[in-house]
């Protein structure tokens, strides 16, 4: 089975090219840290100005040698940024495309239900990338560090005012994932869901749309619920055309595409 839409560009992140000494010595200084700090603090110990250090700081974070989270809300104003130090062993997902794709065909082959061992495999690693972080109050912002996160991660994600539609016009692993669907795709909604089921204070439910057009995957958060507790498809208001129309197969029993005919080829047999 192969994926006709091509979906997601691969995961693009910058060149890590060698450290100038001034930055090298913020990142010095930001492993030094007992906690994550937010550029202003960081300044006061490295004794440079704060943009200079903000600017360094975000290029660690690009460089996958940083991470960076919200503050928790304080009064009026957006909360500062607060980064912390990648452990040296630590590095972006990219970097590890061709070991996942060993894992995928691994999964694919030997395991008796491969979508909820792909789901597992994705929560755990979303509880790992969240550990240690406190939830918010409220769900906007909740939903903003999830997509820092995915950011962080390599899926580049465009997101409506409200942060409950989502474009994902990069993955990590798209060359992976139009072979293996099922496993990655589970993967990175199981990821998702244990993130911001972790950032949340409130449960919101999402649903992830593999290869959902030409060039990206689509994310809605917050979809909301019917009587009885089930997500309600698409996550709009009632009568609201739904991107979700029919499930697929192929391990992908929860994951609904907008017409799983243009994306995987031949008709699904019948149960």
């Known amino acids: 089975m192969t994926v006709e839409n091509n979906g997601p560009f691969p995961g693009s992140g910058a060149r890590r090219v060698p450290l100038s000494r001034q930055r090298a010595a913020v990142l010095q200084y930001l492993r030094g840290q007992s906690g994550p700090v937010t550029a202003t603090a960081l300044a006061q110990v490295c004794a440079?100005?704060?943009?200079?250090?903000?600017?360094?700081?975000?290029?660690?974070?690009?460089?996958?040698?940083?991470?960076?989270?919200?503050?928790?809300?304080?009064?009026?104003?957006?909360?500062?940024?607060?980064?912390?130090?990648?452990?040296?062993?630590?590095?972006?997902?990219?970097?590890?495309?061709?070991?996942?794709?060993?894992?995928?065909?691994?999964?694919?082959?030997?395991?008796?239900?491969?979508?909820?061992?792909?789901?597992?495999?994705?929560?755990?690693?979303?509880?790992?990338?969240?550990?240690?972080?406190?939830?918010?109050?409220?769900?906007?912002?909740?939903?903003?560090?999830?997509?820092?996160?995915?950011?962080?991660?390599?899926?580049?994600?465009?997101?409506?005012?409200?942060?409950?539609?989502?474009?994902?016009?990069?993955?990590?692993?798209?060359?992976?994932?139009?072979?293996?669907?099922?496993?990655?795709?589970?993967?990175?909604?199981?990821?998702?869901?244990?993130a911001l089921a972790a950032l949340s204070e409130n449960p919101q439910e999402i649903e992830l749309l593999p290869f959902a057009e030409p060039g990206a995957c689509r994310l809605h958060l917050d979809t909301g619920t019917v009587t009885g507790g089930r997500p309600r498809p698409g996550g709009g208001e009632p009568g609201e055309a739904s991107w979700l129309t029919q499930p697929t197969r192929y391990g992908l029993a929860e994951v609904r595409l907008p017409d799983p005919f243009a994306v995987f080829p031949g008709r699904p047999d019948s149960p």
């Open 48 to 194: 440079l100005h704060v943009n200079t250090v903000r600017e360094h700081l975000d290029a660690l974070v690009e460089d996958g040698l940083a991470a960076r989270e919200r503050s928790a809300p304080a009064g009026r104003g957006r909360p500062a940024w607060r980064y912390r130090a990648r452990p040296p062993q630590e590095s972006p997902a990219r970097e590890y495309a061709g070991l996942a794709a060993v894992l995928a065909a691994r999964i694919a082959r030997t395991s008796a239900d491969p979508r909820a061992d792909a789901l597992a495999a994705g929560e755990d690693w979303g509880r790992v990338l969240t550990a240690g972080q406190e939830p918010s109050a409220d769900p906007r912002q909740a939903r903003g560090r999830l997509l820092d996160l995915l950011g962080e991660i390599g899926f580049a994600p465009e997101a409506d005012a409200e942060a409950r539609r989502v474009r994902l016009p990069r993955c990590p692993f798209v060359e992976t994932a139009r072979e293996h669907p099922g496993v990655v795709c589970g993967v990175h909604e199981g990821l998702a869901r244990a």
